[in-house]
């Protein structure tokens, strides 16, 4: 499987939404990342054909998206964010409307949604009215509903919104399982989940592409910049007036602190950035180092 964009732009009346987007995609999860207006659901709402590009091209196994439409849909997930729900349906009830829509052979229907409840631990629950839900559950039963039939290519549009920890854990296992054989593309601004099952990740800004790459490309760029510093109340209060400190740690004696800088502070051994470090760096006013 491979899913090319080429100098993809959409434009509403002046301002650039996309600007020229490059992708080459093959099996694996790849980690969107950017604030909100960065071109993020934009680029989802386009590849899944809720709207229309105003140029580029866009080809799926070296064919334009739009001579094959209907076969890349046949083999599209898509999870997005804030979906409405069908409250008064039960679980089961909701995962049979999708299956009916996904064109699911009735003869595997019960199979179908059976396997996807039973993926996302909501089985014990399925007959149980969707308005009796949490939030958690809620996402969990969209993404079950996503996975059904088994798609080539699935969006998640922030697909971890109200799930507590333990159920993200659970999020990332069934992505990363499903990743060797699939092309999973997940906008998130929760880092720590996509920080530890992407295979690339794809930074986008004001409609471009600002970054993109492996963990280890991304962190090789910007080396020397990030320090983890144990230092005393008074000096940890300075740091957090004059640096960029993302995190403090309280220990029996003292603080550690973590910071990134402009400059290289050669009196201390720098540490390797994180995701989220890159992340405050490129999606801050002004970058902290260049």
Known sequence: MILEIKELTKRYHEKSALDHINLTLK???????????????TLMNILVGNIEKTSGEILWNGKPLKECRAQFN?????MPQNQPLY???????????????????????????ERGLKQVFLWPERNQRIKEY???????????????KDPEVIILDEPTAGLDPMQRVQVRKILAQLSKAKIIIYATHV???????ANEFIFLKQGKIIQRGTMNELTELFPNHVYEITCDEETCEKLKRECCVTRIQKKN??????VITKEIWKDYKS????????????????????
């Open 253 to 258: 004696e003292g603080y550690t602190v973590r």
């Open 27 to 41: 099996e694996g999860v790849y980690g969107l990342l950017g604030p909100n207006g960065a071109g993020k659901s």
């Open 87 to 113: 409250e008064d349906f039960t679980g089961y009830d909701f995962m049979g409307y999708f299956a009916a829509l996904k064109e699911i052979p009735r003869d595997q229907i019960t199979n179908e949604i």
């Open 271 to 290: 540490i390797s950035p994180s995701l989220e470090d890159l992340y405050l760096n490129d999606f801050e006013d002004e970058q902290l180092w260049i």
């Open 74 to 78: 046949h083999g599209l997930g898509y």
């Open 191 to 197: 880092i720590s989940d996509v920080e530890l099952i």
């Open 134 to 148: 949490s939030g958690g559950m809620k996402q969990r039963l969209l993404l079950a509903a996503t996975l059904l």
